[in-house]
């Protein structure tokens, strides 16, 4: 382990000498490479290594750890196949240098080597094992073959090595993300960015995350936080004009996307998004010249050809329209969309038949189709509801666990029919609902469902519990946070306005649920008595110009107490 930990300093610190032998200039020259590489001046830094490299007297510690550098400084500049070269010399060398074969490895990843990476990466890990940024970074070549499990473990190993570092928690995050737990990737993107918030990487992500969750809103201020720092990257226009037009705000999509078709006039995908977003807004002409652009660009993108025949209907060419819908229900014969426009071609035709099959297809598709649900009753035909799916086991409180369309669970209750809690997993398993709690006073409207999460991968025979915190006045899950990992427990502490959930590892995040309440005192969420706020309508307000009363505090009672009675 001492040859291990010299490496490690080698790597930061090249002015130290190895051996006695080696010449003054070769040392100089490699003080000299340690200085540009970490200046970020690679150039030159591969000059002075070249130069230190020349000596004949250099031992090969020494020289190992000065190709170890070079290796690094060609990587910088994006050179993986000659940096692999130095590392391949390093390894020769010196082959107990932990270092070399983690920086190998990620050449090797940038190459698209992923398999190969995995074995330099655990040759890491086993000379050091505890190199966190080798965890991360064979999480990163397990992602990339897509083995999101082993991944996780990696990167969960990553972040407890590193728990201030940010790098790791985005990895998680990610992850989490692959493995369909959107909220788990949020909570890690957002960990990283409390402890950095400058990186752009986990703020992409959780800006795709929040997309996913619906709340197009809190993606739409990370990716206008992105674009303050990167203002020249068409993707990140594109995210947020798609964001906006999720929001129903189309001028601002209007206005992003084009920044992003200027920034990359050969993006179909943008030409659709603004087409789609002038078609929603009635401006036909040019959504028509839009998805017209699209189209030739990618004459195979479905959704261009959906809402180009819509268009077409719009303007009055339905036989145009027809042969649009036509090709793009041909290419994706279950895109729900293309089939509802098919349908309304054929009822402007007056092909009444062949409009319901399509509207009732088009259901099949995607039961949630309002628009052919609609379009069906106003043509006379039945449609049952959909039905429900069996629920897996007894109700719990009235919550009930089923099982959806793309294998995942979520909960339900006939007292709140417009929410569904979608049940992330994290072991395996069947979910169970455990518990059900309304909160009151200034958090009311909140409830907490906690369930069993599947079991402990770790073979300890406990369950995963966790507790999806639900807003009932919003109709929405405001987070799924941990309860309990086996026999460890999260510590959860309330606040007026929040609560804020460690982790079993001792990771802390914060959920605000309501906005903080200020009292006329200017003590907002410091002011924990239950008599100074009282509930008005849908959000606490402050009691209008009379000083609270000191209240007799209940013996053993605190602030969980209190929300809860």
């Known amino acids: 382990m001492r040859s291990v930990a010299f490496a490690i300093i080698g790597l930061f610190m090249a002015a130290a000498p190895a051996v006695h032998a080696a010449t003054e200039d070769s040392v100089l020259r490699a003080r000299e490479g340690a200085a540009n590489l970490l200046r970020g001046k690679y150039e030159a830094a591969i000059t002075s290594f070249d130069e230190a490299l020349k000596s004949d007297q250099l031992a090969d510690v020494r020289r190992a750890n000065i190709l170890n550098d070079r290796g690094v400084a060609k990587w910088r500049l994006k050179q993986p196949k000659e940096a692999i070269a130095d590392f391949n010399k390093s390894v020769e060398l010196f082959p107990d240098y932990a270092i070399v074969y983690n920086n190998r490895g990620n050449a090797l990843l940038e190459l698209g080597e992923a398999e190969q990476a995995v074995f330099d990466f655990t040759r890491a890990i086993e000379l050091a094992p505890s190199y966190g940024a080798a965890f991360n970074n064979r999480g990163n070549a397990y992602m990339a073959l897509e083995k999101t499990e082993e991944a996780l473990k990696d990167f969960r190993k990553a972040v407890q090595l590193m728990p201030t570092n940010a790098v790791p928690y985005n990895g998680r995050g990610k992850a989490h993300a ?53 203002p020249d990257q068409a993707d990140l226009y594109f995210a947020r004009g798609s964001a906006y037009s999720r929001t129903r705000r189309y001028n601002s999509a209007v206005k992003d996307l084009s920044k992003a078709i200027s920034l990359n006039p050969e993006d179909s995908q943008a030409y659709t998004e603004r087409g789609t977003a002038y078609l929603r807004v009635k401006q036909l002409a040019k959504a028509r010249d839009d998805l017209s652009t699209a189209l030739d660009i990618d004459p195979e993108n479905v959704k261009a050809l959906a809402e180009r025949a819509a268009v077409h209907l719009l303007l009055g060419a339905p036989e145009e329209g027809l042969a649009d819908a036509e090709k793009a229900v041909s290419l994706n014969p279950k895109h729900a969309r293309a089939l509802v426009v098919r349908a309304q071609v054929y009822q402007k035709l007056e092909r009444v038949d062949d409009a319901v099959k399509d509207y009732q297809a088009a259901l099949e598709a995607d039961p949630r189709q309002t628009l052919a649900r609609a379009r069906l009753k106003k043509l006379g035909i039945t449609i049952p509801p959909p039905p429900r799916p069996e629920p897996l086991g007894e109700p719990v409180r009235g919550w009930v666990v089923s099982e959806t369309g793309d294998g995942g669970y979520v909960a339900t209750n006939r007292r709140f029919p417009k929410v569904r809690v979608r049940l992330e997993m994290y072991g395996p398993g069947v979910p169970q609902i455990i518990d059900w709690k309304v909160m009151k006073h200034t958090l009311r409207g909140i409830g907490l469902l906690r369930y069993r999460a599947g079991v402990l991968r770790d073979q300890s025979g406990g369950d995963y519990e966790y507790t999806a915190i639900v807003d009932l006045w919003k109709a929405k899950v405001a987070a799924v946070e941990p309860h309990a990992w086996g026999t460890r427990k999260s510590n959860w502490k ?3 306005a929040s ?3 460690t982790d079993p590892d001792g990771v802390a995040n914060e959920v605000t649920l309501r906005k903080a309440p200020v009292d006329s005192y200017g003590q907002g969420d410091q002011f924990w008595s239950s008599d100074n706020w009282f509930s008005q309508g849908r959000r606490p307000y402050p009691r209008p110009r009379q000083r609270p009363r000191p209240r007799r505090r209940q013996q053993g009672g605190d602030i969980f107490d209190w929300l809860f009675r």
């Open 178 to 230: 692959n493995l369909g737990r959107p909220f788990a990737g949020v909570r890690d993107f957002s960990r990283a960015l409390a402890l950095n918030a400058k990186y752009s990487g986990a703020r992409h992500n959780r800006g795709a995350a929040y997309m996913k969750l619906g709340r197009d809103s809190a993606a739409v201020r990370d990716y206008t936080e992105l674009i303050a720092q990167r």
């Open 494 to 496: 309330w606040k007026i």
């Open 499 to 501: 609560v804020v959930v």
